[in-house]
C-alpha cells in the first residue's frame, strides 16, 4: 500500500523556521519527482515546490521562492521542505505528492494527508 | 505564469444528474491537464490526466476533453459519492498551477 506520511507542523511564530518531511512507503520513491502543495483553510490547492528524482532540478511558486527549500532523502524515502522567514499568510495544510516524472502530463499519483502549519504569534 | 480559471464555482446538482465544469488557461498548454477530485478532510485524487485520460481505478461516468485553452470535465451520472471539490491543474510546465475549484454541491 501506497503511504505518504508528512509531519513536522505546528505552531510557530512569523518570522522563524519549521522543516517538514514526507515519508514514503509502499512505491519506489526514487523513481518519483516529489512536490509540496498547501491548501489555506477553506482555500483551494497551491503548488509549492518540485524535485526531481535524483535532486537533479528543482522549482518553486513565485510566493515561497528564496524562503523554501524542497530536498530528498532516497537512502531514508523521505521529502523535505524547510521553511525559513514564514509568514502568517503560510498558515495552512501542507501536502506532499509524488508524480512518475519531473516533467510529467500524467498528474500527482500518490498524496499524503497533509501536515498543519500555524504561523501566529 | 498561466492561469486557470475555473468555472463555475459552485455547482448545484442531483443524483443521476450529467454534471459539465470547465477549467480555461490563460494560454495553449495543450493536453497537459489533470482533474483531482477533494472530499472534505481528505487529500486530492488524481481523476484524468493528459486533458483525458482516466487514472487506473476511477470510474468510467467521469470524463474529460479539451486542448488548447479550453478543457471540460463530465459526469455523466452523478453519484452520492461525486459531491466534492474538483480541480484542475496544469502539468509538465512549472509553475504547476492548480485552478480554483468547483465545488458540487447538493440541489
Known amino acids: 500500500e501506497v503511504q505518504l506520511v508528512e509531519t513536522g507542523g505546528g505552531l510557530v511564530q512569523p518570522g522563524r523556521s519549521l522543516r517538514l518531511s514526507c515519508a514514503a512507503s509502499?512505491?519506489?520513491?526514487?523513481?518519483?519527482?516529489m512536490h509540496w502543495v498547501r491548501q489555506l483553510p477553506g482555500k483551494g490547492l497551491e503548488w509549492l515546490s518540485a524535485?526531481?528524482?535524483?535532486?537533479?532540478?528543482?522549482d518553486y511558486g513565485d510566493s515561497v521562492k528564496g524562503r523554501f527549500t524542497i530536498s530528498r532523502d532516497n537512502a531514508k524515502n523521505s521529502l523535505y521542505l524547510q521553511m525559513n522567514s514564514l509568514r502568517p499568510e503560510d498558515a495552512a495544510l501542507y501536502y506532499c505528492?509524488?508524480?512518475?516524472?519531473?516533467?510529467?502530463?500524467?498528474?500527482?499519483?500518490?498524496w499524503g494527508q497533509g501536515t498543519l502549519v500555524t504561523v501566529s504569534s | 505564469d498561466i492561469q486557470l480559471t475555473q468555472s463555475p464555482s459552485l455547482l448545484s446538482a442531483s443524483v443521476g444528474d450529467r454534471v459539465t465544469m470547465f477549467c480555461r488557461a490563460s494560454?495553449?498548454?495543450?493536453?497537459?491537464l489533470a482533474w483531482y477530485q477533494q472530499k472534505p478532510g481528505k487529500a486530492p485524487k488524481l481523476l484524468i490526466y493528459?486533458?483525458?485520460t482516466l487514472q487506473r481505478g476511477v470510474p468510467s461516468r467521469f470524463s474529460g476533453s479539451g486542448s488548447g485553452t479550453e478543457f471540460i470535465l463530465t459526469i455523466s451520472s452523478l453519484q452520492p459519492e461525486d459531491f466534492a471539490t474538483y480541480y484542475c491543474q496544469r502539468l509538465k510546465s512549472y509553475p504547476l498551477t492548480f485552478g480554483g475549484g468547483t465545488k458540487v454541491e447538493i440541489k
Open positions: 524535485i526531481s528524482w535524483d535532486s537533479g532540478r528543482t
Open positions: 505528492a509524488g508524480s512518475p516524472n519531473y516533467y510529467d502530463s500524467s498528474g500527482f499519483h500518490y
Open positions: 494560454q495553449d498548454i495543450s493536453n497537459y
Open positions: 509502499g512505491f519506489h520513491f526514487d523513481d518519483y519527482a
Open positions: 493528459a486533458a483525458s
